[in-house]
């Protein structure tokens, strides 16, 4: 969607708030021996109580308020009886729609002890997702974001996970402009316009390129032994920096 008035920003800004604050609640909860199916629970009814609703429910009739993904699992890993251990390093995704206003957000976290290619991936991540929005401006490229991305990547001698990536938000989960590659498409000629909604979510790897969806229909893997960290803002275009709306303050 693009801005089109104060109340569009405000909307905005408000599930932004609420799907941050989540992540942040359900990442406080994460420790050995709890289940990624309690972990949803957690965050299913902080979205309730603030008024929200689960994007992916509304959006996919997904089996979880939210995505938590666990070691191997890159994205869109279903709830369920999984219990959480110690080292294990736990992706949640959280997406949700209040008064017609849809955010996404998500983080990786290591459950203690952590382990240096975890932290490594991590700060990685961290850092393209940093590196990416300085790159997202009205008029820039949109593959500058993608070019960003992989220059981190590569930096620290990881990996962008390919078949996944950022996209539009805002009136529905997932719109136009639709895939934004995490890595540089030279091909890729479109142009960021201001006002403008958009998420971007690096996916940095220890090692994989693309992920295969494991037979349940949903969750998103890599090879056994290879980890993947994600970090994501929904974000306002502007002439300058963009307006990040998943912040908890």
Known sequence: MSINSEKDLQGLRQIGRVVARCLQHMQSKLEPGITTAELDSIGG??????GARSAPQLTYNFPGYTCISVNEEAAHGIPGPRVIKAGDLVNIDVSAELDGYFADTGGSAIVP????????????????????MLEARAGAKLNRIGYAIEAEATRSGLTVIENIGSHGVGRALHEEPGFIAGYYDKHDRRILRENQVITIEPFISSGGREVF???????????????????????????????????TA
């Open 113 to 132: 002890p952590e382990s240096k290619l975890h932290l490594q991936i991590c700060s990685a991540a961290k850092r393209a997702l940093e590196n990416a």
């Open 213 to 247: 969806e494991n037979g349940d229909g949903w969750t998103l893997v890599t090879n056994p032994g290879v980890f993947t960290a994600q970090y994501e803002h929904t974000l306002v275009i502007t002439k300058g920096k963009p307006l990040i709306m998943t912040l």
């Open 45 to 50: 009814h902080y979205l309730s109580l603030h």
